[in-house]
């Protein structure tokens, strides 16, 4: 499952549903909520954190300078991001890794130790606020930027989203001066401590060669599937509550979802050995990551806004999981064609263009030159 694009899709088909009430429309919510939100971005964010250290590596290698080279990914990254942003998808996570990336450069020669301490102290802190916003919640306190959209906001801005190209924009403009806020107080901590926890992992060496053993994956799984769902349970069945509710089952998933997110890992990696298969198609498809994730706010953009067929507030909970599985696997067959003959996504190529300049890429993001590999 296309977790990105169902986020995106989410988004963009509606943020007031009214039409879609039926019991497989809310199993498909729950089914989301329970097994998919806040949970794949901590799992991308930890390789994010971990790929710092594969970096570092890969620029002593080659005698480069790693602070310039680093920053100049991060401003791309930046720049691909905001007009994501803008154009596309105000909840873009590619601004949020930017941001967050300089933290890391910062913290790069950080101890093991430290970085799970400080990982952990960001995560209970977080779990802490959210808990203080309930309480806030509880007592009648207005909390601008931070409460979901009313029924009436809403439907307005379905009717934006479904617009011209002037009202998609100008309604992301909007949005995104409330999601910063969001992203600020709240994601960018959780994506820097799952961030640090990749890059503590890097440090140690835990993915390196054969990667974990059997029995620590095990391990991983018997821990992090009965507490991580225990806590997806508890945000499950509190998210449509209220705020005082959705604010605590936020704390819940902020303390657990490590966890979940830890042992969908852990069984990816004991299945891919036993799927290759599988573990090929994923590999296409990971090798053009940032072209696929953007390629899929653009297939939502035309599928669900006013830049194409307009389908905000019409397609249900079930169709949109369709459609994100339908799109993952076209893109799994496009990404396999594309490299074939590219040695780059063209969103790869644009990033190491701003990345390294002309000596970063050898090629456009048309032929290979002869070798296939990232």
């Given at each position: 499952m296309n977790i990105a694009f169902?986020?995106?899709?989410?988004?963009?088909a509606g943020l007031a549903e009214p039409g879609f009430d039926g019991a497989a429309d809310w199993a498909v919510r729950w089914g989301v909520t329970l097994l998919v939100e806040n949970k794949f971005y901590l799992l991308f964010s930890f390789l994010f954190g971990y790929s710092l250290t594969l970096q570092i590596g890969s620029a002593a290698g080659r005698g480069l300078a790693f602070t310039p080279m680093f920053l100049r990914r991060l401003a791309g990254l930046f720049l691909i991001?905001?007009?994501h942003a803008v154009l596309l998808f105000p909840g873009d996570i590619l601004t949020t890794y930017a941001v967050v990336g300089v933290a890391l450069l910062?913290?790069?020669r950080i101890r093991i130790r430290t970085a799970l301490a400080l990982s952990a102290a960001l995560t209970g802190l977080l779990a802490l606020g959210f808990l203080a916003l309930a309480w806030l919640a509880a007592h009648g306190v207005d909390l601008p930027g931070v409460a979901e959209h009313p029924p009436a906001q809403a439907s307005e801005v379905d009717r934006s989203l479904s617009g011209s190209a002037a009202q998609i924009v100008g309604e992301h403009l909007r949005e995104l001066s409330v999601i910063v806020v969001r992203r600020v107080l709240f994601q960018a901590p959780a994506v820097?401590?799952?961030c640090l926890l990749g890059l503590a992992a890097g440090r140690a060496g835990l993915l390196a060669g054969s990667g974990p053993r059997t029995a620590t994956l095990r391990r991983v799984q018997w821990i992090g599937f009965p507490v991580g769902l225990a806590g997806a349970l508890v945000a499950a069945m509190s998210v449509w509550d209220g705020p005082v509710h959705r604010f605590a089952g936020e704390a819940a998933t902020l303390l657990t979802a490590p966890l979940l997110a830890a042992a969908y890992g852990a069984t990816l990696l004991r299945l891919l050995p036993?799927?290759?298969?599988?573990g090929r198609a994923l590999a296409w498809a990971g090798r053009m990551a940032l072209t696929n994730y953007l390629a899929q706010s653009l297939v939502c953009s035309l599928i669900f806004t006013g830049y194409g067929l307009a389908l905000v507030d019409r397609v249900g909970p079930p169709l949109q999981v369709a459609i994100a599985a339908a799109v993952f696997a076209a893109q799994v067959v496009v990404s396999r064609r594309w490299l074939r003959a590219h040695r780059y996504g063209p969103a790869e190529w644009l990033l190491r263009r701003l990345t390294y300049g002309g000596a970063g890429v050898r090629s456009r993001p048309g032929r290979s030159t002869g070798s296939r590999t990232v």
């Open positions: 169902l986020a995106s899709g989410y988004r963009m991001g905001a007009a910062l913290l790069r820097l401590a799952a036993l799927l290759p298969r599988l």
